[in-house]
């Protein structure tokens, strides 16, 4: 028995199929083409490194610059230690010094063998500080000796210990060359010459201390340069007028200078009379010292009128 069979339909793969065997060869030529490009242009994108990619860079400027907002914003922050010193004045940064040389004295121990020596400018410059310190708590006008002496009696204080504490260090064995101990005892005398005296002995003791100490220290200057045959030094420098001037200004009261010195300059012809003050003998004969740096020494001595 015959069996109709209807027509079918053309399937997809039969019109692919038919589409393929249609096709020329140069639309698949170019086809193939197209799809190598795509494929190469994918492998270029994924080969680009992440690091320059686009983005990345953008990403990476947009964080230096928040740093660099972020660093210039303003907020308070303590001084450095170099801006600090600068605005400390002679004062305080001796305070601050002082203080952490308190709390640390391994620190202090360091200061003081770094320290370079103070000169005796640098130290008499110090004591006529305390001076006018003294000056200005002066009460004004007329005041009672017992009033004046309460208003100034601290700085009085101040001085004196400074001058207590100064003097030791231009006295052998610290001290070694008899100009330098001379010059500082020449002028811590000047000093204490300018301090009233009191009427009340209560008062003046201080003062008279000062002296008997200071009187002291002369003679220990002096003697110390005798041993070593500095007594050329002590008369040719003037320093037996100018111990004789002081000795007069403090009205006697520098005896064991004045001692010391006279025995120390008594072989070239002075003396208690004068000698040690001017230089010359009570017969008013040249000293020996004085021949010798005259080149007259030995010359022969006149006798009889002239």
Partial sequence: M??????QPPTAFAH????NRRSSPCLMASYTSNRKRKAEDDG????VSPTTSPAIQARQLASRHAKKLRASEVTGRPLSLPRLLETLDVTQLRTV???ICERQPEIGEEVVKSAPRPSVECALQVLKEYRDRFEEAKPYGESSSDYTYHRVRQP???????????????????ETIAN??????????RILHSLPDWDSQSYRHHKDNTYDELSKAWALVINEASKKGAGFILHQGGWDQALAKH??????????AISAMTASLGWVGGGQGGGAASGMPGGGQPSILDQLMAGNFGSPVRVGPR
């Fill in 2 to 7: 015959n069996v109709l069979l209807s027509p």
């Fill in 247 to 256: 000795n007069q200004q403090s009205n006697g009261r520098l005896g064991a």
């Fill in 180 to 189: 330098v101990s001379l010059q500082y005892l020449d002028g811590a005398t």
């Fill in 97 to 99: 010094l002082q203080t």
């Fill in 16 to 19: 692919q199929h038919d589409f």
């Fill in 156 to 174: 009085l204080m101040a001085l004196l210990d400074a001058l207590a504490d100064f003097t030791p260090q231009y006295l052998p064995p610290v």
């Fill in 44 to 47: 270029d994108e994924m080969s």
